[in-house]
């Protein structure tokens, strides 16, 4: 190397979380390194709960840009952030933390990765002329209908296997348009609406089907089930046979990504989908081991 050759210090990010080795997001974003030619890395970092505030404080001492963080360190990650953005405010946990000017950021990119794929295939006048039904009542919950009420959907039943959560959850929050309907009248719940948003983990790889009749709903309307493994729920595969559109999770997981890769290495991610593939490869490899 002579005196002129520019010393190249690649960047570095990767995603907490506590276990995280079935984690997505490195075969991602540096999947979009190599697609732009960024010097730079993205990996997992396994960081027990008890250490985790110290051990996001100490990230201002690396050169780390910043992480993604996962369950369940997302409370952790809000405790530890010298800034909080509105979004992470909104939700009260942070999905990524990054640093400027040597000050930890928090921020959570859930409520636009959820919104993306929803105002770009559902539409907006959708949403304003239909009534929505949202099932679960837990993290992923609590970002849909932050993304829901912001988009200015007019009216939200929210639906849990656990009818106290809901209840909790809609009370909390306290808008009109927003009100708990109780698991055992979730065919009444159904009944109507243009738009069914499963944000449980019913259905997900080893948890039982999610069990919701989804004869109801508008014809011409959506079923969004944010769940990615597997891919086709049965929740879909129940859309599809009655003719509904659907929207799988990948498409969030993707467009919840593309935020943190922005403010994480400070270039925009590629706005074509073949990521998408990539991750379903991935998927396909890790359920046939
Ligand atoms: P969480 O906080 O643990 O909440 C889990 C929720 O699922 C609770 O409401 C729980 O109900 C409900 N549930 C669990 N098993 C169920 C079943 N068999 N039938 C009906 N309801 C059931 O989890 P989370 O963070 O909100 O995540 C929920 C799901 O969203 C997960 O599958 C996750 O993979 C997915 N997600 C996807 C993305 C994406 O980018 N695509 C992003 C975030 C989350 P109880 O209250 O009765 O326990």
Same mark, same amino acid.
């Not at 570095?12 to 979009?32: D, E, F, R």
């Not at 921020?107 to 002329?129: C, K």
């Not at 106290?164 to 808008?175: C, D, P, V």
């Given at each position: 190397m002579n005196e002129q050759t520019p010393i190249?210090?690649?960047?570095?990010?990767?995603?907490?979380?506590?276990?995280?080795?079935?984690?997505?997001?490195?075969?991602?974003?540096?999947?979009?390194l190599k697609q732009l030619g960024i010097h730079g890395a993205y990996t997992m970092f396994a960081v027990h709960p008890h250490g985790a505030v110290r051990a996001f404080k100490s990230l201002k001492k690396t050169s780390i840009a910043g992480v993604n963080v996962t369950i369940p360190l997302k409370g952790k990650a809000f405790e530890a952030a010298d800034e909080l953005s509105l979004d992470a405010q909104k939700l009260g946990v942070c999905n990524l933390l990054y640093k400027r000017n040597n000050r930890l950021i928090g921020?959570?990119?859930?409520?636009?990765?959820?919104?993306?794929?929803?105002?770009?295939?559902?539409?907006?006048?959708?949403?304003?002329?239909n009534t929505v039904l949202v099932v679960g009542a837990g993290g992923a919950a609590r970002a849909v209908l932050g993304a829901? $009420?912001? &988009?200015?959907?007019?009216?939200?039943? @929210? !639906?849990?296997?656990?009818?106290?959560?809901?209840?909790? *959850?809609? %009370?909390?929050?306290?808008?009109?348009?927003?009100?708990?309907?109780?698991?055992?009248?979730r065919d009444d719940a159904v009944y109507g609406v243009g738009l069914v948003i499963n944000a449980s983990a019913?259905?997900?790889?080893?948890?039982?089907?999610?069990?919701?009749?989804?004869?109801?709903?508008?014809?011409?309307?959506?079923?969004?089930?944010?769940?990615?493994?597997?891919?086709?729920?049965?929740?879909?595969?129940?859309?599809?046979?009655?003719? $509904?559109? &659907?929207?799988?999770?990948?498409?969030? @997981? !993707?467009?919840?990504?593309?935020?943190?890769?922005?403010? *994480?290495? %400070?270039?925009?991610a590629p706005t074509d989908n073949s990521v998408k593939d990539v991750i379903i490869a991935h998927l396909n490899k890790a359920t046939h081991k």
């Open positions: 190249i210090i690649p960047k570095m990010a990767g995603v907490c979380g506590w276990p995280i080795h079935h984690s997505m997001s490195p075969t991602l974003h540096n999947y979009w921020h959570n990119t859930d409520m636009e990765g959820f919104s993306e794929p929803l105002l770009r295939q559902v539409g907006r006048n959708f949403i304003l002329n829901l $009420l912001e &988009i200015g959907a007019p009216e939200i039943r @929210l !639906i849990n296997r656990t009818d106290k959560r809901a209840q909790t *959850l809609a %009370e909390n929050i306290n808008i009109p348009s927003l009100y708990a309907m109780p698991w055992e009248k019913g259905g997900m790889h080893g948890k039982n089907a999610l069990d919701i009749k989804l004869s109801y709903v508008q014809p011409e309307g959506w079923v969004y089930d944010l769940i990615y493994t597997p891919q086709n729920t049965l929740l879909l595969q129940q859309a599809e046979l009655l003719g $509904l559109n &659907i929207i799988g999770g990948l498409d969030m @997981l !993707i467009a919840q990504a593309r935020p943190s890769f922005n403010l *994480l290495f %400070e270039a925009s």
